[in-house]
């Protein structure tokens, strides 16, 4: 709608004369501007005159014509924005400098006759205006403000109404802190000292008295902002705070004034407190903080900062850290605390040229009993490229291990505190056969595990042993029998094998010699060559025997006892036991977590841990986007849409996330799933789940049922089928089974069979049977995945007892529609099975299954009475587990939540973006490691096509805290920036993305990031950056044997520079420094020259 404005500007003023200027010339001027406004009103007049003629010409046109401006007049009032066109307003000059005749402008003193005639302004008359501040106009109501596209763009001003939300000020300590001078100084406003403000008195002789107010100051606007001040509480405080700061000389403080402030505060109070162990390392962060501040002046007063300015700065830091550390530290309260030791030994990590080991062994030696300083030294000791060494660092493992074991078998070890340092233990062995298996000790590594699943999972029960010692002697006498071991052809456990039977008949050595590999490269290029010899020595190998027949250049292909023999130990609590089985399933390439844990464990985020994308070179093609090859084409109309790259969420390259029985079992084309498991793993990985099947304490154990037959069913879900019928055969009573084994027959294809199984099953089922409300709800998910939403409508009536019909009466009633009065009696049911659920203490039944009644109750409410409620429904029931601490149970209905979302954004049915936005917001607030949300959150935006809001999401919720930040979730940010766009992707970015990362001490120790930011540079053919990532990859991951083989593949083989031998020289020379195992040397030596191999057989 066109909106004019009064011409204030043009209304008669006040007519000023001068005393002293003659009466004669008074009246020749009055005279000279009568004519002017004489002129002016004729040519108003006949302006008037020509739009009314033009008017009665417009009320001639079409009716169409005037049909299409009213809707779009009502489309612009449903936005609430006013296109007003206005011209740039004059500014009056009361004051003309002399000398000057021209006139500049014309004071109208005639009245505004259209205005007056007509009591309203012209519309033909291009209106002026004048600016009110703050985006208002003079005239307008206040609500209605100039818009910040249109206040500068000149064609025009858009009135829109005014924003909810209030912009952030300058002076804000938020955007203050981003500001690159730290030394801007903001003035900030306080009381006096000593003021009264309510006194309105004053003294006698005062000529001037103050009016009290009559309005007194909000309390919720503070005056003034204060970054460590307290808000006021009392009703009559004015929000300016009680005690006075007077400001510096120069008018304000700082962000760094603020900082050093709160420094001298903390100073205060360690001093007064030295027992207060959270204000010493409240101050040592706070040096941590300056010190970035320090960088940023660097980079600001120097444009080419060298790398020694930077060490000197950090240096400096860490002196002062260390210093304040050693002042706790002489504390005698102080002197056995674990976090100020790890804080100590961190800051002494940051200085150069100093005998770190020694210092570290002097910490160790004095503080025995403290095992999170261990691992911190296990961490240091692995990532230090100086004196790191493979077969070293073993011995490392084994030293702390032996300690750990030892400290747990103190008889007054309470059970809880065992259990911790057993399961550290775990953790522990994990790691040291991870990084022999990427040193290339695979059959080392393999071997340690298969020895430890068979002590601890096998070992005899009859026998009576004093010691372990005794128990390891006897475990070494099954060892050297060759008898098939955990994950071998015909292995059926220690307990299980008969020492005096028949040894296997010797095999040959499955990995092919060095004479076999020169044979097979003759004829081949130099690419073809190291691709082949590559693919050899990243295999993985299985342990050899000694009656193997194997290469006599490789002597590490047959493990003996005495190699795995300080690795070993005992477990004694079910946690502890837990933790190890699924550990060895991680290993051998079944990345299933254990059962009630949430994604904010080290399981999920450990970067040690973190290789499951890297492991199989096949799944890295879902990290990199496969852009349109599309030749760029002129279009007349402008550039053309952005497509987003992010179309199947689901195939997301970071699968993070719990396990439930619908993860396990979920059809990939519809919801999130694990990665296939590696294809010359399976055969050791059915052997290993065969022989775990048989052990005492696996046996009755669900959940690691569900996990076999999940891993059966991605390799072949037909053995899969089979496999759930043996199993319902020995517990027919197994509800969580007959429901996996439905799922299965989904999976299969067959709807039908999978229906009836549901049917039967909740019809031989007696109705107090535990787990029975889950096996109802499970029934309800398949057809929802199926379409029939009536018939879900009537399962989950019939599963809070509101219908008396039988499953198969529901069948046949499919298409039913159910009357009003039943849903609500449905409604009001659930709300009262779940307010009993959300208790403190709940039965046993209803504690296993109230996340299944949550979600049915959710899905109910999708289905009657839309999305909405549905969603209010789910957040209702994941408030009430929050209550409840139960973070494994939120997590779960979170992402049945999720399920939920994501049918709503592939059903192409009407949503709310804002309501789905901020739901995903929340998860991932919540659980900010889950892959599921985030890839979600992503794939509703890209439906929007609104980019920065997942960049803002990945900036503020992941992204927040970079010294806690996962590798998972920086790997989840560059991912995101790859697929935006799905033409292309900005190189820049995603660079700057890993660079920020690897500033995260821990995430450097992540070869996953590492290994995909090489391969970044390599495919945008940046040869001298991926060799310098490659340097600086070994530097702090030197123990993994691919990074070194790098400069040896066919990226390279174009590049004959004298740069690359000089790097391919190095990489050897590291190679033996490191003891990282190669296998074929010979064809080692041969990649080294260059030189194309021979046939033995030639002269």
Not at 85 to 111: Q, R, S, Y
Not at 455 to 460: D, E, L, Q, V
Not at 750 to 771: C, F, I
Not at 861 to 875: I, K, V
Request: one cysteine or more; charged letters at 25%; proline letters at 6%.
């Amino acid at each position: 709608m066109k909106a004019t404005i009064p011409s204030f500007d043009s209304f008669p003023e006040e007519r000023r004369t001068d005393k002293n200027e003659p009466t004669k010339d008074r009246k020749d001027r009055d005279d000279k501007h009568g004519d002017k406004a004489d002129e002016f009103l004729n040519s108003l007049k006949h302006q008037i005159d020509t739009q009314e003629e033009e008017k009665q010409k417009k009320r001639k046109r079409n009716y169409q014509t005037n049909t299409e401006k009213t809707q779009a007049v009502k489309e612009r009032k449903k936005k609430g924005t006013t296109t007003i066109t206005v011209v740039p307003a004059e500014h009056h000059e009361l004051n003309k400098k002399p000398g000057i005749n021209k006139l500049t402008f014309t004071v109208d003193l005639k009245d505004d006759t259209f205005n007056l005639l007509h009591a309203r302004p012209d519309k033909a008359k291009v209106p002026r205006y004048r600016r009110l501040g703050g985006g208002q106009v003079l005239g307008i109501h206040s609500h209605l403000r100039i818009t910040f596209s249109s206040a500068h763009r000149g064609d025009g001003l858009e009135l829109s109404l005014k924003p909810s939300s209030k912009g952030i000020s300058i002076s804000h300590p938020s955007v203050l802190q981003l500001l690159k001078d730290k030394n801007l100084k903001r003035i900030a406003l306080f009381n006096k000292p000593n003021g009264n403000k309510n006194d309105t008195k004053t003294a006698a002789g005062d000529h001037f008295i103050p009016l009290a107010t009559s309005h007194p100051p909000n309390p919720s606007v503070p005056l003034g902002i204060s970054l460590y001040e307290e808000e006021p509480e009392s009703e009559h405080d004015d929000g300016l705070g009680d005690d006075y700061l007077p400001p510096e000389d120069e008018g304000g403080l700082s962000y760094l004034d603020q900082l050093n402030l709160r420094k001298g505060e903390l100073e205060k109070k360690t001093s007064q407190h030295p027992e207060d162990v959270e204000a010493w390392l409240a101050l040592v962060s706070l040096q941590d903080e300056m010190k970035e501040l320090g960088l940023v002046g660097l980079r600001t007063r120097m444009a080419n900062m060298d790398q020694e300015a930077i060490s000197r700065h950090v240096q400096g830091t860490s002196d002062l850290k260390i210093s304040y550390l050693k002042r706790a530290l002489r504390e005698p309260c102080n002197q056995n605390n674990e976090k100020l030791l790890l804080a100590y030994m961190k800051a002494y990590c940051d200085q150069p040229d100093l005998d770190l080991t020694k210092e570290w062994k002097q910490i160790l030696d004095a503080h025995p009993t403290a095992t999170g300083l261990w691992i911190e030294y296990v961490d240091w000791k692995q990532t230090e490229a100086g004196s790191m060494n493979v077969l070293e660092m073993v011995e490392v493992y084994e030293e702390l291990i032996d300690r750990l074991v030892t400290r747990s078998e103190t008889p007054n070890t309470p059970e809880k505190e065992r259990t911790l340092f057993e399961q550290s233990i775990v953790y522990l062995f994990h790691r040291c056969c991870l990084m022999l298996k990427q040193a290339g000790y695979t059959e080392r590594a393999a071997a340690a595990f298969q020895a430890i699943m068979e002590i601890n999972f096998f070992r005899p029960r009859q026998k009576n042993l004093e010691s372990f010692n005794e128990l390891v002697d006897d475990f070494e006498t099954f060892w050297d029998s060759e008898l098939p071991r955990i994950g071998e052809d015909g292995a059926k456990g220690w307990t299980n094998m008969d020492l005096e039977s028949v040894l296997p008949e010797p095999q040959p050595a499955k990995h092919t010699s060095p004479d076999q590999s020169i044979q097979t490269l003759q004829g081949n290029s130099t690419s073809a060559m190291s691709s082949y010899w590559q693919a050899q020595e990243m295999k993985a190998h299985r342990p050899l025997r000694t009656t193997d027949v194997q290469d006599d250049e490789d002597p590490f292909g047959c493990v003996l006892f005495d190699d795995i023999r300080n690795l070993l130990f005992l477990l004694s609590t079910n946690d502890s036991l837990q933790a190890l089985l699924y550990s060895f399933l991680s290993f051998v390439g079944v990345s299933i977590p254990p059962p009630d844990i949430d994604t904010n464990v080290p399981f999920f985020t450990d970067p040690f841990l973190s290789t499951e994308l890297i492991d199989v070179p096949e799944r890295q093609s879902t990290f990199w986007p496969q852009l349109d090859q599309k030749l760029p084409s002129f279009d007349p109309y402008g550039p053309t849409e952005r497509l987003s790259g992010i179309k199947q969420p689901q195939m997301i390259p970071l699968r993070i996330f719990p396990y439930d029985i619908r993860q396990m079992f979920a059809d990939p084309a519809h919801w999130f799933v694990r990665f296939d498991p590696p294809k010359e793993s399976i055969d050791f990985i059915v052997n290993s789940f065969r022989t775990l099947r048989s052990s005492a304490g696996l046996k009755k154990d669900t959940y690691f049922q569900l996990c076999e037959l999940s891993f059966e069913a991605r390799v072949n879900i037909s053995s899969a089928v089979q496999l759930a019928k043996h199993s319902l055969s020995l517990d027919p009573q197994n509800l969580v089974l007959w429901d996996a084994y439905a799922r299965l027959c989904l999976l299969h294809g067959k709807p039908k069979k999978a229906r009836d199984v549901y049917v039967k099953t909740l019809e031989m089922s007696e109705q107090s049977a535990v787990g029975l409300l889950s096996l109802w709800y499970s029934w309800a998910e398949m057809e929802l995945q199926l379409g029939h939403a009536q018939l879900v409508i009537s399962i989950l009536a019939r599963t809070v007892n509101c219908l008396n019909e039988t499953p198969s009466e529901l069948v046949r009633n499919s298409t039913q529609v159910r009357s009003p009065a039943l849903l609500l009696r449905v409604r009001r049911a659930f709300t009262g099975h779940l307010a009993g659920s959300f208790q403190d203490d709940v039965p046993m039944s209803q504690l296993r299954s109230r996340v299944s009644a949550a979600a049915g109750y959710g899905t109910f409410q999708y289905l009657t009475e839309g999305f909405g409620a549905g969603s209010e429904a789910f957040e209702r029931s994941i408030e009430a587990l929050r209550r409840l601490k139960s973070a494994a149970e939120e997590e779960e209905l979170w992402l049945a939540y999720g399920r939920l979302i994501f049918r709503q954004l592939r059903g192409h049915q009407s949503f709310k973006p804002s309501l789905i936005r901020a739901s995903l917001h929340r998860a991932i607030a919540r659980f900010p490691n889950n892959a599921v949300f985030h890839a979600l959150f992503a794939f509703n935006e890209s439906k929007l096509r609104i980019e920065n809001h997942t960049r803002r999401l990945v900036d503020t919720v992941l992204l927040n805290n970079p010294p806690l930040v996962s590798a998972s979730r920086w790997l989840f940010a560059i991912w995101v920036e790859l697929h935006l766009n799905s033409a292309t992707y900005n190189l820049a970015a995603v660079r700057g993305l890993f660079e920020r990362a690897l500033t995260n001490p821990s995430v450097r120790s992540c070869v996953q990031v590492w290994r995909l930011y090489i391969e970044l540079e390599l495919r945008n053919g940046n040869l001298e950056r991926a060799r310098s990532v490659v340097t600086r990859a070994v530097a702090h991951c030197p123990w993994v044997k691919e990074l070194y083989l790098v400069p040896f593949t066919s990226h390279f083989e174009k590049d004959t520079s004298q740069l690359k031998a000089q790097f391919v020289r190095r990489m050897c020379r590291l190679v033996d420094e490191k003891c990282v195992r190669i296998r074929d040397r010979a064809g080692w030596k041969r990649l080294q020259t260059g030189d194309r191999p021979s046939s033995p057989c030639s002269p």
